[in-house]
């Protein structure tokens, strides 16, 4: 009977191993998985926000006419807005010293990659506390850019509450359209906005 008992024992000590080993392990594969999905779900929450943001912000203000302000390019050099474009719209990218600053210098490299062989299709509206430091920081990050210094409350429409960077289209009425607020966790969404704007103005 002991010699029965002793294989018996044995076995079983090996099945509540095998189960004090394998339940934990299972529970947190469980674990993972639901973090994963989680994770998945959220991402696609994010980038849902994101979509909605710029839909119900180009609802808004597609068609919306855009203040005569004056934009400084240098000390001796100041334009009416009304002055600068052409006959044709323009891209305009628009920041503040206020919003995120590593945010909108890679928006500007971002810029000054995609629109390296036709810069004439944009314009640069920026502020900062003096002209000064425009100056400066134009020196330093927009050497190609055709850049302009505006009053901080220049415009006074609804994207600017979000306190981001952004673009829109200014077309020659001085109406606008293509408003789109770039993020730096979508840097590929941010690449196609700027390639199909950039389609749209070399029509």
Request: net charge negative.
């Given at each position: 009977?002991?010699d029965?008992?002793?294989?018996?024992?044995?076995?079983?000590?090996?099945?509540?191993?095998?189960l004090?080993?394998?339940?934990?392990?299972?529970?947190?594969?469980?674990?993972?998985?639901?973090?994963?999905?989680?994770?998945?779900?959220?991402?696609?929450?994010?980038?849902?926000?994101?979509?909605?943001l710029?839909?119900?912000?180009?609802?808004?203000?597609?068609?919306?006419v855009?203040?005569?302000?004056?934009?400084?390019?240098?000390?001796?050099e100041?334009?009416?807005?009304?002055?600068?474009?052409e006959s044709r719209?323009?891209?305009?990218?628009?920041?503040?010293?206020?919003?995120?600053t590593?945010?909108?210098?890679?928006?500007?490299?971002?810029?000054q990659?995609?629109?390296?062989?036709?810069?004439?299709?944009?314009?640069?509206?920026?502020?900062?506390?003096?002209?000064?430091?425009?100056?400066?920081?134009?020196?330093?990050?927009?050497?190609?850019?055709?850049?302009y210094?505006?009053p901080?409350?220049?415009?006074?429409?609804?994207?600017?509450?979000?306190?981001?960077?952004?673009?829109?289209v200014?077309?020659?009425?001085?109406?606008?359209?293509?408003?789109?607020?770039?993020?730096?966790?979508?840097?590929?969404?941010?690449?196609?906005?700027?390639?199909?704007?950039?389609?749209?103005?070399?029509?």
């Amino acid at each position: 009977m002991k010699d029965i008992n002793k294989p018996l024992l044995i076995v079983l000590c090996v099945i509540i191993l095998f189960l004090c080993f394998y339940f934990p392990n299972k529970i947190m594969e469980v674990k993972h998985v639901h973090n994963s999905l989680s994770e998945f779900v959220a991402e696609i929450q994010m980038e849902e926000e994101f979509y909605q943001l710029n839909f119900d912000l180009n609802n808004k203000m597609t068609g919306l006419v855009v203040p005569d302000i004056f934009c400084t390019k240098s000390r001796n050099e100041r334009y009416l807005l009304s002055e600068i474009p052409e006959s044709r719209p323009l891209l305009i990218y628009r920041y503040s010293h206020k919003n995120c600053t590593p945010c909108y210098i890679e928006d500007l490299e971002m810029l000054q990659e995609e629109f390296s062989d036709s810069f004439d299709l944009l314009m640069v509206l920026c502020s900062y506390q003096t002209e000064r430091d425009f100056v400066i920081f134009k020196r330093l990050h927009q050497k190609k850019l055709p850049g302009y210094h505006i009053p901080i409350h220049a415009f006074d429409w609804i994207v600017e509450d979000y306190g981001n960077p952004y673009y829109f289209v200014l077309h020659p009425d001085m109406k606008i359209s293509h408003v789109y607020v770039p993020n730096k966790i979508y840097p590929e969404f941010n690449r196609q906005y700027l390639e199909g704007v950039k389609r749209f103005l070399s029509k």
